[in-house]
Structure formats: structure tokens, C-alpha cells
């Protein structure tokens, strides 16, 4: 059976005008781009990233939607956050912000 196989892919690829490894070119506007490097000195440590771990730490913070996420039986609606404070292991700000759950 795996031979079978085999030979029906043979047949369907060495079809003339099969070039295998063809990259495709872009067209119309698509163009390829390259992302430039930051100028030296624009970045804060190593990469300028968020370090791990990130910690809470004040859950005051929180800030939630008005309407939550209601049960599919409507009896309960959770709280839906919308933005958390956290800082990384550099002691930065970083901010989580949530979309919308309600349509």
C-alpha cells in the first residue's frame, strides 16, 4: 500500500512544470520589510523587554467593565477586568489592559 501511495505522489509531482521550492513573489503592493535596529542607547538593559517574573502589587489597581461575564443560564455575572498593574522583576510599570467581553 505505501509503495501505491509513493508512486500516485511520484505522478501527481513530476508533472511538467512542477518546480518544487518555488518562493512565491509578492504582488501588487506587498513588498518585503525590514525591521530596523533601535539607535544605541534608546533602550533600558538588555533588550528593553518586560523581565520575568511579573508581580501585583497592589490589587486596587484593578480596574473592571461596568457589565461582566454572564453565566450562559444568567443567573450569575462575573466581574470582567479590564486593566491590571503589574510590576516586572526591574521594577517597571507594565499594563495589561483587556478587552470588552460584552459584544
Known amino acids: 500500500m505505501a509503495k501505491d501511495l509513493t508512486d500516485a505522489l511520484r505522478q501527481l509531482t513530476e508533472k511538467p512544470g512542477y518546480e518544487p521550492n518555488v518562493v512565491p513573489q509578492p504582488r501588487g503592493a506587498a513588498r518585503r520589510v ?30 473592571y467593565w461596568p457589565a461582566g461575564w454572564r453565566t450562559t443560564d444568567g443567573l450569575f455575572e462575573f466581574p470582567a477586568i479590564k486593566k491590571i498593574v503589574m510590576a516586572d522583576a526591574n521594577s517597571d510599570s507594565v499594563e495589561f489592559r483587556f478587552a470588552d467581553p460584552t459584544p
Open 34 to 63: 525590514v525591521a530596523a535596529a533601535p539607535p544605541p542607547g534608546s533602550s533600558k538593559g538588555g533588550g528593553g523587554g518586560i523581565a520575568s517574573p511579573l508581580t501585583e502589587l497592589d490589587a486596587s489597581l484593578r480596574e
